[in-house]
C-alpha cells in the first residue's frame, strides 16, 4: 500500500524537473519576470548603441581632436576629477564630523542648512560665481574703486582653480549628507573605546571613525565625480574643454555623430575606471558598529575653536547658497522681470510637462522593478534591477547620444516599412522622455524600493489567500500604502528632470525650449541678469526635495 508521503515525494520529484525544463518564463509569476527583463533591455539599449560606433572610421575627426583638443581633454579630465574628488571630500567629511560629533555655537541651523546647496545646479552657481566675481562685476568693480587703482590682484574666477571651487561647493553635500549619516550611526562605546586607549579627538576621527564610515564617504565622493564627469553646463559658461563639451562639438559642430558616440564611449570608460579603482580599493574590508548612538555625547568646542566651527560653516553656507540666491534676487529686481513674458510662460510650461510626464513613467517603471524583485528575488531578477539603474552613472550627453543612434536606426525602419520621410522618434518628446527613463530611474528606485520593504509579507499573503491577483494586491493594497514612498521618488525626479541639460539640449523638439535651455541660451551670449530669472525659479523648485531629505534626515 502506497502512503501519502511517498505520493507527495514522487510528485515533487516529477515537478522539479518539469518547472527546470518549462524554464521561469513560463512558471508563476513569468510574465511579471519578462516585464522587469524587458524594461532591463530597454534601458541598456543606448548603451550598447554606442558600440558598433567604433567600427565607423573617423579617422579625420580624430586627427583634428588630436591635433586641437584631445590631450587637453585628457589633462583637464584627470585635473578637474582630482581636484573635485580631493574637495568634496574635504568639505564634505569635515562639515559632517563637526555638525554630528560636535557641538558649537549655530550646530542645529548648520546641521540641515549645509543641506541647501544641493538644490542649486551646478551651471547656476558657475554663471552666478562669473557674474559676481568676473573683472566687471560688483566685487573686483568696489574693490578698484575703493584703492583707486584700475588694476587689482584678485584671483580669476576665468580658471581653474575657479571650475574646481564651483564644483567643489555644489557638489560637497553629496558627501556631507552620507558621511553625517554615517557618523551619527556609529557606536559611541567604539568611539569611547578608543580614547580609553589613549588616543585623542583627531587620533580617533582618523583612526576609527573614518574608516567606519569610508563606505558612506566613498559612494558620496563617486556620486559627485559622476556628477563632475556628465556636467555640460558649468563647463561651458567657464569654456573649460571637458568630454561633455567635446562631444557636443563633434555632433553640433562637426555634424559627426559616430565620433560623438565614440567619444562618448571614452567618457563611460573614465566613470567606469573611477567606480572599479574605489571598490578594488576597498578590498573585502567591512566596516561595523553598535552600541549607543554616536551623537548620544557631542565634543563640546569651546573658545576660539567653537566659533571657528561656527565660522568655517557659516562661510561653507553663505558661498555655496546664501551669496548665489541673493545674487539672483538683486538680478530679478535690477531687470524688473522683463523676461517674464509668454514666451518665458512657455519654457515654464515646457518644463512643468516634461517633468510630470517623465515624473509619471520612470516612477511606475521603478514601482514594477521593486515589485517584481520583492516578489521574486531570483538571479535573473536581481540582475535586471542591476542594469535597469545603471543609467545614472551615464553623463546626459553620452545618453543623447545613444539615444539618438538607437531612434535613427528606428526612423530609417519605420521609413522602409512605411514609405514615409521624416524623424518620427528622434526628433519627438518620446526621446527626451526615454532619456529622462534611463538616466533616472535608478533615483526613483531607491526611495520605491525602501517604502516597499517597510511592508509586511503577511499583509500580501492574506491578500492572496483570499485569490487576489498580483496585479489587484499591487493596486488594491501596495499602492495606497506606499504613497509617501512614491510621492519622494516623484518629486526627486521631477526635479532632476527640470534641471537636466546636456539630455535636453541635444534631444529636445524644434522650439521645445525649456527654463534649463533658456539659462544656457543667455549664460552663452554673457546675459547673466537675463538668466537670473529662470535660475532662481529651479532654485525654489529644487529646494522641495532638499526640504523632504533635510525633513527624513532628521527622522
Known amino acids: 500500500?502506497?502512503?501519502?508521503?511517498?505520493?507527495?515525494?514522487?510528485?515533487?520529484?516529477?515537478?522539479?524537473?518539469?518547472?527546470?525544463?518549462r524554464g521561469w518564463l513560463f512558471s508563476h509569476g513569468g510574465a511579471w519576470r519578462l516585464t522587469g527583463v524587458l524594461i532591463a533591455v530597454l534601458t541598456a539599449l543606448p548603451l550598447l548603441m554606442l558600440l558598433p560606433a567604433w567600427l565607423t572610421a573617423e579617422d579625420e575627426v580624430?586627427?583634428?581632436?588630436?591635433?586641437?583638443?584631445?590631450?587637453?581633454?585628457?589633462?583637464?579630465?584627470?585635473?578637474?576629477?582630482?581636484?573635485?574628488g580631493v574637495g568634496v571630500f574635504v568639505l564634505g567629511v569635515g562639515l559632517a564630523w563637526l555638525t554630528a560629533m560636535c557641538e558649537f555655537p549655530g550646530r542645529r541651523i548648520f546641521d540641515w542648512a549645509l543641506m541647501l546647496p544641493l538644490g542649486i545646479p551646478t551651471y547656476v552657481l558657475a554663471f552666478v560665481f562669473i557674474g559676481f566675481l568676473d573683472f566687471s562685476g560688483p566685487i573686483q568693480s568696489s574693490l578698484r574703486t575703493l584703492f583707486d587703482t584700475d588694476t587689482l590682484w584678485f584671483p580669476p574666477i576665468r580658471s581653474e582653480g575657479g571650475v574646481i571651487a564651483v564644483?567643489?561647493?555644489?557638489?560637497?553635500?553629496?558627501?556631507?549628507?552620507?558621511?553625517?549619516?554615517?557618523?551619527?550611526?556609529?557606536?559611541r562605546n567604539v568611539l569611547e573605546s578608543g580614547r580609553v586607549l589613549g588616543l585623542n579627538p583627531w587620533?580617533?576621527?582618523?583612526?576609527?571613525?573614518?574608516?567606519?564610515?569610508?563606505?558612506?564617504i566613498?559612494?558620496?565622493?563617486?556620486?559627485?565625480?559622476?556628477e563632475?564627469?556628465?556636467?555640460?553646463g558649468a563647463m561651458t559658461i567657464f569654456n573649460y574643454d571637458t568630454f561633455t563639451t567635446a562631444i557636443y562639438k563633434a555632433w553640433f559642430d562637426l555634424f559627426n555623430l559616430p565620433a560623438a558616440a565614440q567619444l562618448s564611449t571614452l567618457l563611460l570608460l573614465f566613470v567606469a575606471l573611477a567606480l572599479v579603482a574605489e571598490r578594488q580599493s576597498r578590498g573585502r574590508a567591512r566596516f561595523y558598529s553598535g552600541g549607543k548612538h554616536a551623537s548620544a555625547q557631542r565634543y563640546q568646542l569651546t573658545g576660539k575653536h567653537a566659533w571657528l566651527a561656527s565660522g568655517s560653516a557659516a562661510l561653507v553656507l553663505a558661498l555655496a547658497f546664501l551669496i548665489p540666491v541673493a545674487q539672483l534676487v538683486v538680478w530679478?529686481?535690477?531687470?524688473?522681470?522683463?523676461?517674464?513674458?509668454?514666451?518665458?510662460?512657455?519654457?515654464?510650461?515646457?518644463?512643468?510637462?516634461?517633468?510630470v510626464m517623465g515624473a509619471l513613467l520612470t516612477v511606475a517603471c521603478a514601482l514594477l522593478l521593486a515589485y517584481i524583485r520583492k516578489q521574486w528575488p531570483d538571479n535573473i531578477t536581481r540582475f535586471s534591477t542591476q542594469l535597469a539603474t545603471l543609467g545614472y552613472a551615464m553623463p546626459g550627453a553620452v545618453l543623447a547620444v545613444g539615444i539618438m543612434l538607437l531612434f535613427t536606426w528606428m526612423d530609417a525602419g519605420i521609413e522602409i516599412m512605411t514609405g514615409g520621410t521624416g524623424l518620427l522618434l528622434s526628433s519627438s518628446v518620446i526621446a527626451l522622455l526615454f532619456a529622462y527613463l534611463v538616466r533616472f530611474l535608478a533615483v526613483a528606485h531607491g526611495p520605491v524600493e525602501s517604502a516597499l520593504e517597510r511592508i509586511t509579507p503577511s499583509i500580501q499573503q492574506a491578500a492572496r489567500s483570499l485569490g487576489a491577483s498580483h496585479r489587484e494586491v499591487l493596486w488594491r493594497i501596495y499602492l495606497p500604502v506606499l504613497r509617501p514612498g512614491l510621492l519622494t521618488?516623484?518629486?526627486?525626479?521631477?526635479?532632476?528632470?527640470?534641471?537636466?541639460?546636456?539630455?535636453?539640449?541635444?534631444?529636445?523638439?524644434?522650439?521645445?525650449?525649456?527654463?534649463?535651455?533658456?539659462?544656457?541660451?543667455m549664460t552663452s551670449e554673457g546675459e547673466w541678469e537675463r538668466a537670473a530669472l529662470p535660475a532662481l525659479t529651479l532654485v525654489l523648485v529644487g529646494l522641495i526635495p532638499v526640504i523632504l531629505l533635510v525633513r527624513r534626515s532628521g527622522k
Open 1 to 21: 500500500m502506497t502512503t501519502q508521503p511517498a505520493i507527495e515525494q514522487v510528485r515533487v520529484a516529477y515537478t522539479v524537473p518539469v518547472a527546470k525544463r
Open 62 to 84: 580624430w586627427r583634428h581632436l588630436a591635433d586641437t583638443l584631445l590631450v587637453d581633454l585628457l589633462r583637464n579630465t584627470a585635473v578637474l576629477t582630482l581636484g573635485v
Open 167 to 187: 564644483m567643489v561647493l555644489a557638489l560637497y553635500p553629496y558627501v556631507y549628507m552620507l558621511a553625517r549619516a554615517a557618523f551619527l550611526g556609529q557606536g
Open 203 to 216: 587620533q580617533v576621527f582618523f583612526r576609527i571613525s573614518l574608516p567606519m564610515a569610508r563606505p558612506a
Open 218 to 226: 566613498a559612494a558620496g565622493v563617486a556620486l559627485a565625480l559622476m
Open 228 to 232: 563632475t564627469l556628465a556636467d555640460f
Open 332 to 355: 530679478v529686481v535690477r531687470t524688473g522681470m522683463a523676461d517674464l513674458d509668454e514666451r518665458y510662460l512657455e519654457f515654464v510650461s515646457h518644463t512643468l510637462l516634461l517633468g
Open 489 to 521: 521618488a516623484a518629486l526627486l525626479v521631477f526635479v532632476d528632470i527640470m534641471k537636466e541639460m546636456p539630455a535636453t539640449l541635444l534631444l529636445r523638439p524644434f522650439d521645445w525650449d525649456t527654463l534649463a535651455i533658456r539659462i544656457f541660451e
